[in-house]
């Protein structure tokens, strides 16, 4: 934002690249992505495991309780794994520099209406190399999605 940082959590579906669903806080607690997780484990199923890195939020015990719950494997990255993570990790910078840099938020109502707009436009109209240029949206529902939704 033009003043401040506001925290963003998205879980993504790694075989489709679809951002399942997404939140914005201006606190790094860990309730905020416990929503994002719940919103994406309610309207897509659960996967067999969800990957995340090691921060707080995900190693806390209210995020854990959610995947332990629905009886979904959790797999952290090591430290200084990026690599384990890349496919969330490749969605930032193009977020951050087709979105966020070129609207310099005022608040957060802003931010998060700009933000929502773009994960619009990257699930449903951005085309992915790695699909034979579907769309995120396009991958997810294609007949051979036959992985669960690996968020």
């Given amino acids: 934002m033009r003043r401040g940082f506001l925290y963003l959590v998205a879980v993504m579906d790694w075989h489709s690249r ?25 309207r897509y199923g659960t996967p067999e495991i969800f990957n995340s890195d090691q921060g707080s939020q995900f190693t806390s015990t209210e995020f854990t309780e959610v995947l332990v ?14 690599i384990d993570n890349r496919m969330i990790e490749r969605l930032w910078p193009s977020l951050k520099y ?9 608040t957060g109502s802003e931010a998060r209406k700009g933000i ?9 109209k951005r085309p992915h190399s790695s699909h034979g240029l579907l769309t995120p949206d396009e ?3 294609t007949p051979d999605h036959h992985l669960k939704a690996a968020a």
């Fill in 98 to 106: 087709e979105c966020v840099y070129l609207n310099a938020f005022e």
């Fill in 116 to 124: 929502g707009a773009w994960i619009s436009y990257y699930n449903e």
């Fill in 139 to 141: 991958a997810y529902d």
């Fill in 69 to 82: 719950d629905a009886k979904v494997q959790i797999s952290m990255d090591g430290r200084g794994r990026w």
């Fill in 18 to 42: 679809k951002v399942l669903s997404w939140r914005l806080s201006n606190s790094m607690d860990a309730g905020f992505c416990v929503e994002a997780l719940k919103e994406a484990l309610a």
